[in-house]
């Protein structure tokens, strides 16, 4: 099974910056369904195959997802977004493609700022 060995940081910037530049709507305007928010983009191990033929388990996002919904067909649709435990998932059913960009960004940026106050404080000692 492939283990993702991007650095999380950098998947995190790429994703953010793929939101940022359209790629979601710019799928949508291509594409016979809805974007999914991670798999159709370059986050995604498959995003470029039709058929997943191996489990999302390597994927550096599981990190997000809870311990006991990492078995799912789309673990990253589980990922809680904000504090009101909002998910991929959830959002797809009642929110708007707007919404979930805005969800998702916030969520992106809230996890850029943490990993990088993280490499801050290794740095600052020395690490």
């Known amino acids: ?7 999380l940081l950098q998947i995190l910037r790429g994703e ?12 949508a305007k291509t594409s016979w369904r809805p974007p999914f928010v991670f798999e159709d983009s ?8 039709p058929v997943r ?8 996002l599981m990190k997000f997802v809870p311990a006991n919904r990492r078995a799912s067909q789309a ?14 998932d959830s959002l797809y059913r009642a929110a708007t493609p707007d919404e979930i ?8 940026e809230s996890r850029i700022s943490a990993l990088e106050k993280a490499q801050e404080n290794h740095s600052a000692l020395g690490l």
């Open 42 to 49: 370059p986050t995604c191990f498959y995003s470029d195959v």
């Open 75 to 88: 673990p990253c649709r589980l990922i809680p977004l904000n504090a009101e435990g909002e998910t991929l």
């Open 16 to 27: 953010l910056e793929f939101l940022e530049q359209g790629g979601y709507q710019n799928f």
């Open 101 to 108: 960009e805005t969800v998702v960004a916030e969520w992106l």
């Open 1 to 7: 099974m492939p283990v993702d060995r991007r650095n």
């Open 53 to 60: 033929r191996r489990p999302c388990s390597g994927c550096a």
